[in-house]
Each structure stands twice: as structure tokens, then as C-alpha cells.
């Protein structure tokens, strides 16, 4: 009589289905149970098992219609769960050698035609499980990406458009910006023509002042012109070399941060003594990386110094440092620190907080300018920044003497 191996495989079942889900979660190949639940695991298993206990009934191998139901709704769940294409694999591989283990006994009792039988029935059963449910896995995960592309679409079509507004609104901002700044040099202008036909001796000191802002409101009118230059071109800055003297501008530098130095009842130490007497640069864009570093210098440094010195190096080169007593960069910030919109992580010893950009402003225009910055900082010992520059920019035709 030919054993009943449907009957079997439903009475045991459960114990299967136990088994199964144990090895499966027990596998360390199968990472994706690490963040299912018993029940999550082990969801349309039965029904795989009730199909292969279907077919060994009817004893009709072609017919697969169950089985690939069971098989298909399988592959969908195991999609949603996040499984790999090789953890289903395994786990199916499981579950057939669950099943031989525990229907063993029942074999060696069986007739070996019966045994043959069950075991090539069972092979091709779950063989086709596993490909019903690859294909539904497959199915899943394209529908998953198409989603996923469409997403993408839309989203590089909000960024688009995102980065257009902004351009946008650049302009605008910078259109925005000159229209006081011209103001403040128009109205400098006029009232630092008053003063010179008034009694110089009594108005030195407003004059001078009259003098810094005019300097200050022409140097952020130009800049802002970059930007706007920028925003409608080819987006690269082109340098205006001329010969300078370093220790001029770097007064000039200075007298726009003196007042934020004062404020914060800082010592301001300076030696250029040791710097060129003249070097081929861009005046503009060398003020632009000197009042960065200095305004972080001072922004960053509650009390102690500020620091910028100035010296002629070997190899025809050139340095600024810019030093401060302040609150320092960690050692695993100093990395990112050149990154637009960083910010080092705010500290107990001071509120101040910049914009993120100044540091890669200055990392920007000194790699155009041919040179290299460095940086060496301790925690609550404070910062230097040393920029080397060349002497003389090599490529660059300079213009005449401003």
C-alpha cells in the first residue's frame, strides 16, 4: 500500500513550520529577520505546506496552481520585508531540508518506489516554489524602482526648480543690497567733500572715519557685483593681478576689523615686517580671504589676541597667518571645516556662530590664487590659519598697478 505522505506532512506540520522559522532565525546569512517578529516571519509559510501536502495527495506534479499561489504571495511578503534575492534562497533551503529531516523516519519505512516518489515530488514542489516566488520577488522590487525612478524625476524636478528660484532670488538679493550700498558711498562721498573745505584740523578724525566706510561700503559693492557677475556667467572668478604692497593691504584689512577687536577688548597684534615689499596678487581677492580669516579670528575669541603676521618664505613664496587665542577646532572637525555651510559644534565658552561659508570662500580663492592654506588649532588654545601664496602668479598676465 502506498504510504500517505500528504496525511504526514499535515500532521506535522506545525512542528515543520516551528523548525523552520527556528533555522531561519538562527542563519546569520539571513539578516533581514533581524528586524522581524515571530509572526512576520513566518506569515504565508503554511500555506506553502499546505499546497506541497496538496500536491502529494493528488500525486500530480503539473499541476502547480496552488503551489504557485502560495508561492507568489510568499515572494511579495518577503519583497515588503526587505529580504535579498540570496536570503530567500536560503531560507527555502531550509525549509527543504526541515521537511526531509522530519519526514526521515516515515521514509526508511516507506517502499524506496514510494521513497523516489516522494522525494522527487517534494525536490520539484519546492523547486517551484522558488521560482514562483523569485518571480513575484522580481515583480515587486521593479514596481519598487519604477516608483522610485518616478520619485527621483519629480525630485530632481523640484531641485531644478529649487535651484532656479534661488538663482533667482540671488539676483534679486544683490539687486536689493546695492541700491543702499550706493546710498551709504553717495552719501560718504558727499559728506567727505564737506569736510574737506571744512577746517581739517578739527574734522581729522571724522574724515577718517568718512574714509573707512567709504572703503568698506565700495569693497562689499564690488563683491556683491562678483556675485551678481556669478549668477549670469560662467560661475568662475576671474583674478586681477597687479603689483602690491602686502603690508598696505593688510592695514587696510585691519582697520575694517579694528572696531570688532575693540568690542571685544582684544589685543591686536601685527607684524609685517618680514613680508615682501611687493607681490603679484589680486588685492581684491587677497582682502576677501585676510577679513574672513580675521573676522572668524575674532568672531571665535572671547579674550586674548588676534594675531596676523606676514613673511617672505623660499622658492619665491609668501605667507600670511592669522592666529587667535579662542575657543579652537577639534581635531575631527578640522576636516570639514573648509566645507560649505559647516559649523563647528557651538561651545559653553562662546554664542558666536558664522554662516558656514566664510572658510570655504577663503579655501576657494586661495586655490585659485595658486597657494595652499593651513590650518593647526588646539581646543581652548585657539586657531592659525597661514595662507602661502606665490609672489607672482604664474599664468596669470597682470594688469597695471591700481
Known sequence: MKMDFSTILNQKRDTIIDLWINSVFNDQEIEATNELTFNAVRDSLPRVLESLADMLAHSDPENYQVIDEASLEHGLIRAEQGFEPAEIAREYRLLRSVIFSELEADLVQASPADVLWAIRLIDTVVDEAIARCFDSYTQSRMEELNKLRTQMQLTN???????????????????????????????????????????????YTHLESIERVLRSGRLLLRLINDTLQLQQGDGQIKLKVVAIAPQELIQSVIEIVEPLVRDKELDLRVDCDRAPQTVQT?????????????SNAVRYTDRGFVAVTADTLPDNRWSIEVSDSGIGIDQGEQKYIFEPYYRIHPTTTTTEQGTGLGLAIVSQLVELMQGEIVVSSLVEQGSSFTVIMPIELSGVAPLSSP
Not at 532670488?169 to 539687486?175: A, E, F, V, W
Not at 589680486?282 to 580675521?294: A, G, H
Open 282 to 294: 589680486d588685492p581684491l581677492r587677497l582682502q576677501q580671504i585676510l577679513t574672513n580669516l580675521l
Open 157 to 203: 524636478q523640484e531641485l531644478t526648480r529649487l535651484v532656479r528660484a534661488s538663482h533667482d532670488n540671488m539676483s534679486k538679493l544683490t539687486h536689493e543690497l546695492k541700491t543702499p550700498l550706493t546710498s551709504i558711498i553717495g552719501y560718504a562721498d558727499l559728506f567727505l567733500r564737506q569736510q574737506q573745505q571744512a577746517d581739517l584740523d578739527e574734522s
